[in-house]
């Protein structure tokens, strides 16, 4: 809903679009785009609008974010990756939610070329991480790379639940693993389940947790790590997010 309802987290892409040096590409990972054994990547030079919710109403499927892809930078990706990983190019998936919701706040000209690239939700989270330390050659080449999930995500627990406020469980699983982000302490961030039922109450499935592990995996020496949107829109629902660089 925030792509029709403004609030402080959409407020603070607007700002960010604005402080950032403009890209020359941009590569996505949403949590909305799970494979198995292998991913893809958008590689189309118009990709589509892909309007993965429903129920919504009927002004969420007339946003049309019109940003080419890049399918020579999508090829690089691909090849890089392999063959830890094997990446086949895609026509069909386009941009989901968890792209263009972020990037109409961000860069709501469209004019950056976006690709976006599935995660492979057999893998392990170690495996996630390893990807991200892979991608890293895209920061030379001007290359912005989103990682788009949240750190706490149960829609079980929806509006009206706890009276609103984030349970406890949630609150502990947040600043537990923005406490290891801001040690530096990966392994950690990557063992997350050893947390228990806190972790799993936080994730019921881990695919909304799995982007961030990305982004941790593109630091590199002496990279600071900025937090903002250090808030829940859900009870259960974290909207923390990190810079980095």
């Avoid at 792509?3 to 890209?23: D, F, M």
């Avoid at 982007?211 to 829109?233: E, I, R, S």
Wanted: contains cysteine; glycine residues 8%; negative net charge.
């Amino acid at each position: 809903m925030g792509a029709i309802e403004p609030s402080p987290w959409t407020e603070s892409w607007v700002e960010l679009g604005k402080k950032l040096p403009r890209p020359k590409a941009i590569l996505t990972i949403s949590a909305h785009w799970l494979t198995r054994g292998g991913a893809l990547v958008t590689a189309s030079e118009a990709p589509r609008m892909n309007y993965d919710m429903y129920g919504f109403p009927r002004e969420l499927y007339e946003i049309v974010y019109p940003a080419p892809g890049d399918v020579e930078l999508a090829k690089e990706v691909a090849a890089r990756l392999s063959p830890h990983l094997q990446v086949f190019p895609d026509t069909k998936w386009g941009f989901d939610h968890g792209t263009w919701v972020v990037l109409k706040y961000m860069f709501p000209q469209a004019e950056v070329p976006v690709i976006q690239l599935s995660i492979d939700y057999s893998r392990p989270p170690s495996f996630h991480y390893e990807i991200g330390k892979r991608l890293q050659f895209l920061r030379s080449q001007g290359v912005l790379v989103i990682g788009s999930g949240n750190l706490v995500h149960n829609l079980g627990m929806r509006p009206g639940t706890n009276n609103d406020k984030p349970f406890d469980w949630a609150v502990r699983f947040d600043e537990t693993i923005d406490a290891y982000i801001e040690s530096g302490n990966h392994a950690a961030v990557m063992d997350f389940q050893q947390l228990g039922s806190v972790a799993s109450q936080a994730h019921p499935t881990y695919d909304h947790f799995l982007p961030v592990l990305y982004c941790l995996g593109l630091l590199m020496d002496g990279d600071a790590v900025h937090t903002f949107n250090a808030d829940f829109q859900w009870p259960a629902v974290s909207m923390r997010s990190y810079l980095i660089g």
